[in-house]
T-cell receptor, first 110, second 117 residues
């Protein structure tokens, strides 16, 4: 019940193409966080979504929280080689325990 | 930019030995966390710590694990008798205040790679 599933597991794109990763939960989420982990690095917080239907943008990154608060997506427009890494979503109900998704590994081919 | 630090960066130990992983969270943060990540897999929550006591722990965090904040700056994870399957990257993280808008950003340290042989 606490698991969050992410798809796809891997994604290879040509530089300049768009990329989307999806995070799905069987139960309603109070919030969802997104992290990026570069190869060999540590997770870096990107954003937190709280409201139903919320959409937030960070430059070429667009984050959405579903109306039912059971899914979320991260979309990158016109990928660059600096976007390479694994993108994780994470759920937290209380703020004291976080469940990370399975991650989507993005490879950008120059 | 404030940062979480962890030492050592790499620890090699023999099965059955005790290890202590050290972390220095960001100085004004109140909530501290340990995670592990087996190579190529997802980040797994181990334990959260607030106000000098464990707040939440996962099923992974069994009696072999313990955490401590021995002074005002360090936050440690001890594994009493390491097993081969404990080999992983261990990340420490801290948050100022999870419920407060603008203060819930979780900062991760660079990690300690633990290798049990």
């Amino acid at each position: 019940g606490q698991q969050v599933m992410q798809i796809p597991q891997y994604q290879h794109v040509q530089e300049g193409e768009d990329f989307t990763t999806y995070c799905n939960s069987s139960t309603t989420l109070s919030n969802i966080q997104w992290y990026k982990q570069r190869p060999g690095g540590h997770p870096v917080f990107l954003i937190q979504l709280v409201k139903s239907g919320e959409v937030k943008k960070q430059k070429r990154l667009t984050f959405q929280f579903g109306e039912a608060k059971k899914n979320s997506s991260l979309h990158i427009t016109a990928t660059q080689t600096t976007d390479v890494g694994t993108y994780f979503c994470a759920r937290s109900n209380t703020g004291n325990q976080f469940y990370f998704g399975t991650g989507t590994s993005l490879t950008v081919i120059p | 930019e404030p940062e979480v630090t962890q030492t050592p960066s790499h620890q090699v130990t023999q099965m059955g030995q005790e290890v202590i992983l050290r972390c220095v969270p960001i100085s004004n943060h109140l909530y501290f966390y340990w995670y592990r990540q087996i190579l190529g897999q997802k980040v797994e929550f181990l334990v959260s710590f607030y106000n000098n006591e464990i707040s939440e722990k996962s099923e992974i965090f069994d009696d072999q694990f313990s955490v401590e904040r021995p002074d005002g700056s360090n936050f440690t994870l001890k594994i009493r008798s390491t097993k081969l399957e404990d080999s992983a990257m261990y990340f420490c993280a801290s948050i100022l205040t999870p419920g407060l808008a603008g203060a819930y950003e979780q900062y991760f340290g660079p990690g300690t790679r633990l290798t049990v042989t």
